[in-house]
């Protein structure tokens, strides 16, 4: 079982690629979510029930590995893809707009600034996500507000 932990965590084995594997999942999950939107799909529904069933296996998960690599291992990296995804929930499928959410999503959840840091403390696997889940909703609000005032 841990095997399997382990392999979620790492997002199918991105997390064993060592340094940047976060970017990687990023930019993986960005490409994820551009290519599953289809003109059948709804564009909300579908990346809103993703991005909370990842952030709840991200939790379990989150820790079990714990108990194994230790908090927050470098390994882990499914907590850079629930945020990836939080970070393009609601946002228009261009590209810019998804390269967009990738330099914030990737700037917040590196500088960890206004308390996305103080969230590393939580218990468990919350602790895990809930940094890049604060980082993601950060990048996604800058994001829609860039767009809705039309600056980019």
């Known amino acids: ?6 392999f ?9 690629i060592g340094k940047g594997a976060g970017t990687v999942a990023a930019v993986v999950t960005c490409a994820l979510w551009w290519f599953l939107q289809t003109p059948y799909t709804n564009p909300y529904l579908w990346p809103f029930l993703s991005s909370i069933f990842i952030l709840l296996i991200g939790v379990i998960t989150g820790d079990e590995v714990e108990k194994v690599w230790g908090k927050d291992h470098q390994r882990v990296v499914i907590d850079e893809v629930a945020g990836m995804g939080i970070a393009l929930l609601c946002v228009p499928l261009k590209w ?12 917040f959840d590196i500088a960890k600034p206004f308390y996305i ?5 939580l218990p468990g696997g919350w602790g895990v ?3 890049d889940v604060l980082a993601g ?9 860039i767009i809705l005032l039309g600056l980019f």
Do not use: C, W
């Open 117 to 121: 840091r103080d969230m590393e403390v």
């Open 96 to 107: 810019p707009y998804y390269l967009m959410a990738l330099v914030l999503f990737r700037f």
């Open 129 to 131: 996500m809930a940094d």
């Open 1 to 6: 079982m841990v095997f399997f932990h382990k």
């Open 137 to 145: 909703i950060y990048a996604n609000v800058v994001l829609q507000g």
């Open 8 to 16: 979620i965590s790492t997002a199918f084995g991105i997390g064993y």
